[in-house]
Nanobody, 114 residues
Framework: QVQLVESGGGLVQAGGSLRLSCAAS????????MAWYRQAPGKQRELVAT???????NYADSVKGRFTISRDNAKNTMYLQMNNLKSEDTAVYYC????????WGQGTQVTISS
C-alpha cells in the first residue's frame, strides 16, 4: 500500500516558478513509474510528466523546456519544478504511482495569475 501526498502548490504570477513535491508513505524504490498529472476546470485530467525508477523522463509538449520531473528514492519523494509558468498551467496537480495498482494523491492547486 502506498499513500501519496502532494505539496507546494499556490498562487504565482505568470513567468514565476513553483516546485511541487509528492511524498510517498512507503519505499518508492520499487515503484517503476511515477508521474504528475493535472486537471484544469472543465477539462480532462492530462499527463504532465513521467519518470521511471531509472530516471528516464517524458514530458507533455506543453511543458517541455519549462518543467522538470525528478525523484529522490532515498527521501521517498518526487518533485516537479515548474518554471516560466503560464496561465494555462492553472490546474490541480496530482501525483501518480504505478505499482501493483494505480495510486493517486489528493492533488494540489496551482493558480497562475496573468
Amino acid at each position: 500500500q502506498v499513500q501519496l501526498v502532494e505539496s507546494g502548490g499556490g498562487l504565482v504570477q505568470a513567468g514565476g516558478s513553483l516546485r511541487l513535491s509528492c511524498a510517498a508513505s512507503g519505499n518508492i524504490f520499487s515503484i517503476n513509474i511515477m508521474a504528475w498529472y493535472r486537471q484544469a476546470p472543465g477539462k480532462q485530467r492530462e499527463l504532465v510528466a513521467t519518470i521511471t525508477n531509472g530516471g528516464s523522463t517524458n514530458y507533455a509538449d506543453s511543458v517541455k523546456g519549462r518543467f522538470t520531473i525528478s525523484r529522490d528514492n532515498a527521501k521517498n519523494t518526487m518533485y516537479l519544478q515548474m518554471n516560466n509558468l503560464k496561465s494555462e498551467d492553472t490546474a490541480v496537480y496530482y501525483c501518480y504511482a504505478a505499482l501493483n495498482q494505480n495510486y493517486w494523491g489528493q492533488g494540489t492547486q496551482v493558480t497562475i495569475s496573468s
